[in-house]
């Protein structure tokens, strides 16, 4: 399985930001436990701070014949409309995931514009939740 494993804004500063929320684990050491977790599927890891780039990686992503994806949207999960907008416009499923428990945050935390599109959301289980979202696709692909 081809499988685009997206990460939204700040999410390149794990392991230096929050970590009582994050967890102390890198954005590179995530990718390396992912890899050894799947290590029959293609992973195709991006990751930005920018929307217009992200939105520009899920149109590209049909091209790329990937299968599935999971997205970490960080703080463009509560904002972003474009980005909903990006996944209702390529036929690929995916699954939400986020690092922090987001109903125990914030309330702004709360609204996603993506989680009723989504395959479904993870949220709270740390690097964990990535590889359940693998484990899902593996299951039901
Ligand atoms: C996050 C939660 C978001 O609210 C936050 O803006 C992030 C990370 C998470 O993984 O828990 O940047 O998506």
Do not use: C
Request: charged content about 25%.
């Amino acid at each position: 399985m081809k499988i685009a494993i997206i990460n939204g804004p700040n999410l390149n500063m794990l392991g230096k930001r929050e970590k009582d929320h994050y967890g102390g684990f890198s954005l590179g050491e995530l990718e390396n436990y992912l890899k050894k977790e799947a290590p029959s599927d293609s992973l195709l890891f991006f990751q930005s701070n920018h929307e217009g780039q992200i939105v520009e990686f899920i149109h590209n992503l049909e091209n790329e014949k990937v299968d599935a994806i999971i997205v970490n949207a960080g703080a463009y999960t509560h904002t972003s409309i474009a980005l909903r907008d990006a996944f209702l416009s390529v036929k690929i499923p995916f699954v939400e995931v986020h690092i922090s428990n987001v109903y125990a945050r914030e309330d702004f935390r709360k609204l996603s514009y993506l989680s009723d599109i989504a395959a479904g959301v993870i949220a709270g289980l740390g690097k964990t939740g990535y590889k359940l979202a693998i484990e899902y696709f593996r299951e039901t692909l």
